[in-house]
T-cell receptor, first 113, second 114 residues
Framework: SQKIEQNSEALNIQEGKTATLTCNYT??????LQWYRQDPGRGPVFLLL?????KEKRKERLKVTFDTTLKQSLFHITASQPADSATYLC????????????FGTGTQLKVEL | NAGVTQTPKFQVLKTGQSMTLQCAQD?????MYWYRQDPGMGLRLIYY???????DKGEVPNGYNVSRLNKREFSLRLESAAPSQTSVYFC?????????????FGQGTRLTVV
């Protein structure tokens, strides 16, 4: 069955450093990969989308890579700030799954002063 | 522009009771989704609707029914609530019937079944 894995352990980093989060998937050939941010008690909010034929995408301090050979996406936040503390979710869509949006379990990021 | 609106925000049910979670979007989106979120499990898809009049099962459909009343509204019904259905429920919508668009989420419904 399709499986999307994100590191379940919280990632703690110091302010100003680069945070790197990982999303791995199996039994899936998605056409698109998305990253969302979720704050406690709120619904996820869309951050970035990357297509299967794109290697990298950037938006301000965010960078996403997509390696369809490794079946992996990396999500980077540069110059991290305490306000970046949240849970980050990857989601896959397209390909064999159609337009159904399937999420990973999420990784909690804590940025400390 | 309200986006995706879910009601209620909180609900406590007794085992065996029924209830309907309501979701409405005002963005003219075709696709709508219901997810549940449990600690350590992430968002799991219950049902989705690619367009008005169509619904499909997701990963965890057992114990739930849905109704796509019109393009705006997608409701989730628990016919006989069980403690295992204690969770936070999120409704989401995406633009048209395309794969490459972002999902907009409601604020969630926190349901407790005792």
């Amino acid at each position: 069955s399709q499986k999307i894995e994100q590191n379940s352990e919280a990632l703690n980093i110091q302010e100003g450093k680069t945070a790197t989060l990982t999303c791995n998937y199996t039994n899936y050939s998605p056409a698109y990969l998305q990253w969302y941010r979720q704050d406690p008690g709120r619904g996820p909010v869309f951050l970035l989308l990357i297509r299967e034929n794109e290697k990298e995408k950037r938006k301000e301090r965010l960078k996403v890579t997509f390696d369809t050979t490794l079946k992996q996406s990396l999500f980077h936040i540069t110059a991290s700030q305490p306000a970046d503390s949240a849970t980050y979710l990857c989601a896959l869509t397209g390909g064999g799954g159609g337009n159904k949006l399937t999420f990973g379990t999420g990784t909690q990021l804590k940025v400390e002063l | 522009n309200a986006g995706v609106t879910q009601t209620p925000k909180f609900q406590v049910l007794k085992t065996g009771q029924s209830m309907t979670l309501q979701c409405a979007q005002d963005m003219n989106h075709n696709s709508m989704y219901w997810y549940r979120q449990d600690p350590g499990m992430g968002l799991r898809l219950i049902y989705y609707s690619a367009s008005e009049g169509t619904t499909d099962k997701g990963e965890v459909p057992n114990g739930y029914n849905v109704s796509r009343l019109n393009k705006r509204e997608f409701s989730l019904r628990l016919e006989s609530a069980a403690p295992s259905q204690t969770s936070v429920y999120f409704c989401a919508s995406t633009q048209e019937n395309r794969e490459n668009t972002e999902a907009f989420f409601g604020q969630g419904t926190r349901l407790t079944v005792v």
